[in-house]
């Protein structure tokens, strides 16, 4: 019997699963929820079949152009095939189990919504671990700055203005902040709307909107320490990130009356192009 299906009486399971549909059923409630679905891309994503495997990534060979004149004998460059790896070298399990009875008297469908939340809590897991481990391959970088409504907007800019001088695309920028930034932002000058570029006061629901051409994302996820919060800015192309459900099961518990349900995550990322990463360390 396929996880999401209530039982009632004595429709009790068998056992049976259907690990690919449902595994295929968190990935999307995964995706949909992760700021990683937003701020990396998943160019080499691929097909992921446990931990231990790996993506190879080619980067394009960077051509020298060179001063030339009438009747100049050409000088050939050799193109060096470079590569990065991408490591799946990490993981994360759920695991819980649903008594017959427990699950035949309840008025919701106890294994769907335990499902949903164990994908919620795998991508707050999975967003930690890679939050706390991205900015500290930047190669750009601005000075460490206590935030106000006074220098809030200062310091988004001179993020941008670190990308421009690396020619970073405008496209795709992106920077990440705890919510007490974004705040601070709501309490600035940036309550005006043409500063937003977006045509409507950023004074809404809690989003942030555009800023100096970044998507500002609110997560309480970014690395903080000993006072200081890690926050990134970049462009989408800065961090690759690779994650798939590999495992989902249902197991006929032997001791008592249910079911034990069980799933596992592999999943790899790395910076790939630093140049397109800003580290912004923040204190309050």
């Known amino acids: 019997m396929p996880i ?8 009790l399971p068998s056992g049976n699963f ?31 079949k446990g931990g231990g495997s790996k993506v190879n990534i080619r980067v394009r060979p960077t051509i020298a152009v060179n001063d030339y004149s009438v009747n100049s004998t050409l000088s050939y460059q ?4 470079g590569m990065i790896e991408l490591i799946i070298d990490k993981a994360k399990s759920y695991a819980f189990k649903v008594d017959d ?34 900015y500290a391959d930047a190669t750009a970088a601005i000075a460490s700055t206590q935030v106000t409504k006074l220098n809030v907007l200062d310091w988004i800019v001179d993020a941008g203005t670190a990308l421009d001088e690396n020619n970073v695309p ?28 977006d045509g409507t006061s950023i004074l809404r629901n809690g989003r942030v909107g555009q800023i100096d051409r970044f ?37 006929r518990l032997q001791d008592t009356f249910g079911d034990a349900i069980r799933g596992l995550n592999v999943f790899g990322f790395k910076v790939v192009q630093a140049d397109a990463l800003v580290h912004m360390p923040a204190t309050k």
């Open 4 to 11: 999401g299906v209530a039982r009632t009486g004595t429709n």
């Open 18 to 48: 259907l690990p690919e549909v449902w595994s295929k059923k968190l990935q999307a409630k995964f995706y949909l929820n992760t700021v990683l679905s937003e701020i990396a891309n998943h160019n080499w994503e691929g097909e992921i």
């Open 78 to 81: 050799d193109l060096v095939d």
């Open 101 to 134: 009875i427990d699950n035949a008297q309840a008025d919701i469908n106890i294994v769907n919504e335990t499902t949903m939340d164990a994908a919620e809590q795998m991508k707050i897991a999975i967003d930690k671990q890679v939050l706390a481990a991205v």
């Open 170 to 197: 405008d496209s795709g920028r992106f920077i990440v902040l705890p919510p007490w930034i974004c705040g601070t932002i709501k309490k600035s000058d940036l309550q005006d709307a043409s500063i937003s570029g």
């Open 215 to 251: 998507t500002v994302y609110s997560s309480n996820n970014v690395a903080l320490n000993t006072g200081t919060y890690e926050c990134i800015a970049g462009q989408k192309e800065a961090i690759t990130f690779a994650s798939q459900f590999v495992k989902t099961e249902t197991i």
